[in-house]
């Protein structure tokens, strides 16, 4: 009789016990591949936002005392004219070494206008690319189309008293309001946004640009190289990177991680105590059968193989449903915990061969001190139990 025969026939006549086993298995692969693939998956959204829309790369004017309020910068009562960027140096940007790295810029021009009684803070810009970069802006009514359509934050459109459709009358000229912003938090709220050309137009800046916005930060992009080199195109300018939101939510992503891996070992050494009792329990009631075949010539290495095999036939078995049901509880689970709708779960073959690889390993090492405590057992005090 064949070894691996021994070892399947006495798998059939304890399916109990071993249906028992492999579901204990079973369900601490599939935690650990639900755990591992769902990071995985939300590394991914997160890696494809910061791709798509990126953090800010903040290009402001050289001036000493300036002073903004926009972006985290201060701005209020000191003139623009001292130091402005020329918008001609913009181009320059999309010049850079790392210029694949750039989804977008976004010029803008600022400056303090009167609007009927009350003094506003006009921000001129390129809507299509502001928009793009402004992911989270939600507007109420349409979005700007032509050089006369006007996008007001929250605050303004309460302090001004209008709404989309309305009209407002600035330097003689009339303007539509195309759409208001829905509450940002920001200093958005308080500006009134309107064409760039026509903005350096209302404020006398023709050709110029008191700040731009790129959308830069992706996953692996060199940040601090793209700054160098913006800043060497651009001397007359300061070149910052913004970076805090990104970095808090890839902290928070590496905490998620720690917690996974430490899920996953908690996980691994009670699968381990599973396996060991429940093959300490088989060896322990399969005594006389295993005196018999010592008896009968069987050597040492012999009972162990036997063992072993049984193991790793079960452990087979539980890293393969494992790592099914982790993928479906991980696809489950991954539109309550991404951050977009749109997030798509990672089908890793790295993931798929190492769950059903931990399952064989963690099998067989929880069962090697069981398979050398059967080896070892004296087969005339085993048969003395027949």
Not at 6 to 30: C, D, E, P, Q, Y
Not at 41 to 51: C, L, P, Q, V
Not at 54 to 66: D, F, K
Not at 112 to 120: L, Q
């Amino acid at each position: 009789m064949k070894l691996h025969t021994i070892s399947i026939n006495n798998l059939k006549r304890r399916k109990a016990k071993m249906a028992f086993l492999t579901i204990g298995l079973m369900v601490g692969i599939a935690t650990i591949v639900t755990l591992v693939t769902l990071t995985n998956s939300m590394s991914n959204d997160i890696e494809r936002k910061m791709d798509e829309f990126g953090a800010n790369i903040l290009i402001t004017p050289q001036s000493n005392g300036l002073a903004m309020n926009y972006g985290g910068i201060s701005l209020g009562g000191v003139s623009f004219d001292q130091r402005e960027i020329r918008e001609e140096d913009l181009a320059k940007i999309i010049t850079i070494t790392n210029n694949r790295n750039i989804s977008a810029v976004s010029p803008k021009v600022l400056g303090g206008i009167k609007i009927g009684t009350h003094d506003v803070l006009l921000a001129g810009v390129h809507f299509e690319s502001e928009l793009k970069m402004k992911q989270w802006w939600s507007v109420f009514g349409k979005e700007p189309k032509s050089e006369h359509d006007l996008l007001l934050g929250s605050d303004a459109s309460k302090v001004l008293n209008v709404s989309p459709g309305d009209s407002l009358n600035i330097k003689g000229e009339t303007f539509n309001v195309a759409g208001v912003l829905d509450q940002t938090g920001s200093q958005d709220d308080a500006l009134v946004f309107v064409n760039l050309a026509k903005a350096q137009k209302l404020l006398g800046k023709v050709g110029k640009i008191s700040m731009a916005e790129v959308a830069a930060l992706c996953s692996g992009c060199p940040i601090g190289d793209m700054v160098a080199q913006i800043a060497e195109k651009i001397p007359d300018a300061k070149v910052s990177a913004i970076q805090q939101v990104v970095e808090g939510r890839l902290k928070s992503l590496n905490q998620f991680k720690r917690f996974s891996y430490s899920m996953a070992g908690v996980i691994v050494f009670i699968g381990s105590l599973i396996v060991l009792v429940t093959m300490m329990g088989s060896v322990t009631e399969r005594t006389t059968e295993i005196g018999v075949f010592r008896a009968i010539g069987f050597r040492k290495c012999h009972i162990m193989r036997i063992i072993l095999l049984e193991a790793a036939l079960v452990s087979l078995l539980a890293g393969f449903l494992g790592y099914a049901v982790g993928m479906g509880g991980a696809k489950l689970a991954l539109p309550f915990m991404a951050e977009s709708k749109n997030a798509h779960l990672i089908w890793d073959t790295t993931v798929a061969f190492g769950s059903i690889g931990l399952a064989v390993m963690l099998g067989l090492l929880a069962s090697l001190y069981p398979a050398l405590h059967a080896s070892r057992m004296d087969p005339i005090e085993a048969l003395r139990a027949l």
